[in-house]
């Protein structure tokens, strides 16, 4: 169990469109200073993979092919092995042996296990120092993937995958320019998850998103 660091700066920084910090927010320490437990996140990541599971491959067992039923020779003295129909699984076209079909593989967590998940995973992106702001100007970028990689590498931020989290997941000038960049991505502050959370080096958040994500989490939801 990961201690919590009383010391933890519970203000994030909010870069501009020209890559300096010149502002800063209060974070929710309700959110962003939570005591981590590696098995609750684990589990969550467990349950969340299982659920990404369709479980819809199927096979047809002999009695769900269609062809005749009728025996294809005489049991007796033809020197050769007796069988039945032609859908037998021995022959080619016939039905399967143990063959997979259909299965719920889903796993559940309650809503407070979500949530307490999810505040664990800030806090420790949070400790790590993997959790950045950006300002509602970003917003209103200039539609040019090349401003937003210079304000990456201006920030040393070129590495790793990205996560930018947005107050409201909707068509804008900085969802148009990240989509050209294969390791930047999107979210909505209402839907983010903790294993999306986890799976990137990097979590950008709008200054607007902060609220969002703050009433999202109020109270377990």
């Not at 067992?61 to 699984?89: E, L, M």
């Not at 909707?170 to 390791?183: A, F, G, M, T």
Request: hydrophobic share 35%.
């Amino acid at each position: 169990m990961v201690k919590d660091n009383k010391t933890t700066k519970l203000t994030l920084s909010l870069f501009n469109l020209e890559g300096d910090s010149d502002k800063e927010i209060k974070l929710p320490k309700d959110i962003f200073d939570n005591q981590v437990k590696p098995e609750l996140l684990a589990q969550y990541v467990r349950v969340y993979q299982a659920n990404q599971r369709q479980g819809n491959a199927s096979t047809k067992t002999r009695g769900d092919v269609t062809g005749s039923t009728r025996k294809i020779y005489r049991q007796k003295g033809t020197g050769r092995a007796r069988h039945g129909d032609i859908k037998a699984p021995i022959f080619v076209g016939g039905g399967v042996v143990g063959g997979p079909k259909p299965k719920d593989y889903s796993l559940n967590l309650s809503k407070k296990q979500k949530n307490k998940a999810l505040k664990g995973a800030l806090s420790l992106k949070q400790k790590k120092g993997d959790i950045l702001g950006l300002s509602n100007d970003f917003l209103k970028i200039e539609p040019k993937t090349k401003n937003f990689v210079k304000f990456l590498k201006k920030n040393k931020l070129e590495q790793g995958r990205k996560l930018v989290v947005l107050a409201r997941l909707e068509s804008n000038n900085l969802s148009k320019v990240v989509r050209n960049l294969s390791d930047v991505s999107i979210a909505d502050a209402k839907t983010i998850n903790t294993y999306q959370v986890l799976s990137f080096n990097k979590i950008l958040f709008l200054e607007d998103s902060i609220a969002v994500l703050e009433k999202k989490l109020t109270n377990e939801g």
